[in-house]
């Protein structure tokens, strides 16, 4: 079984895959509490399920781009999980996952654009469903399009973004078909960071001479 999570947004959200069809589906939206949502997440669809954590031959996580610490909660749990299950465990641009819904849908050439807080959306071109720029982190003035934009980056800046569809977060379940079908690019479980993460330890002290 596959199981997929990602919380690259305010949203955790959880699919657990048997190799043909995605089998339970787990969703919640509470900013900041990451961490207490994703492993009640994990239980809640292999419960519904009726699987095992040892049930698990694979884990798919988003990468993002997304918020330093939320992210970081994906991340962390998708490597200790692989590692203690001794399973492979795959990222995924998080853009994309949003990208492979909107083409499900019909769409073929947009914009994916989420937010990255500090008023600015991370941002990809995607054209035939491929991602052919990006993701970059911009202001939305800067880019402004009349264009299709996918993604809750445009409907936090409809001025800049007046053409908008959803889907507007990723989903695991998503996630899980784009992981099985290779629909993009599978990457290392590595967090996709574009700017420096808004808390840094601090520097070394200067030697006083």
């Known amino acids: 079984m596959l199981l997929a999570f990602d919380t690259a947004t305010p949203q955790v959200t959880v699919a657990l895959h048997d190799g043909d069809r995605v089998v339970a589906e787990y969703a919640a939206t509470e900013p900041m509490r990451h961490g207490e949502m994703l492993a009640p997440g994990i239980a809640e669809v292999l419960a519904r399920a009726g699987a095992i954590s040892q049930?698990?031959?694979?884990?798919?996580?988003?990468?993002?781009?997304?918020?330093?610490t939320g992210l970081r909660v994906g991340l962390v749990t998708a490597r200790t999980m692989a590692f203690a299950l001794e399973v492979p465990v795959y990222g995924v641009c998080s853009l994309d996952v949003v990208a492979a819904e909107a083409v499900d849908a019909g769409l073929g050439d947009f914009l994916v654009a989420t937010d990255a807080r500090r008023k600015e959306v991370y941002l990809a071109e995607y054209a035939d469903g491929a991602r052919i720029t990006g993701p970059d982190v911009v202001r939305p003035a800067d880019v402004a399009t009349d264009r299709?934009?996918?993604?809750?980056?445009?409907?936090?800046?409809?001025?800049?973004?007046?053409?908008?569809?959803?889907?507007?977060s990723p989903r695991a379940a998503v996630l899980c078909d784009v992981v099985v079908r290779e629909r993009y690019e599978l990457l290392d479980p590595d967090p996709l960071y574009l700017r420096r993460p808004d808390t840094m330890a601090p520097h070394q002290p200067k030697k006083v001479s």
Do not use: C, H, M, R
């Not at 694979?58 to 990468?63: E, L, R």
């Not at 409907?155 to 908008?164: G, I, M, W």
């Open 55 to 68: 049930d698990v031959t694979a884990i798919a996580v988003g990468v993002g781009p997304g918020p330093f």
């Open 148 to 168: 299709l934009v996918v993604g809750q980056g445009a409907v936090l800046y409809p001025e800049a973004f007046p053409n908008s569809s959803g889907p507007w």
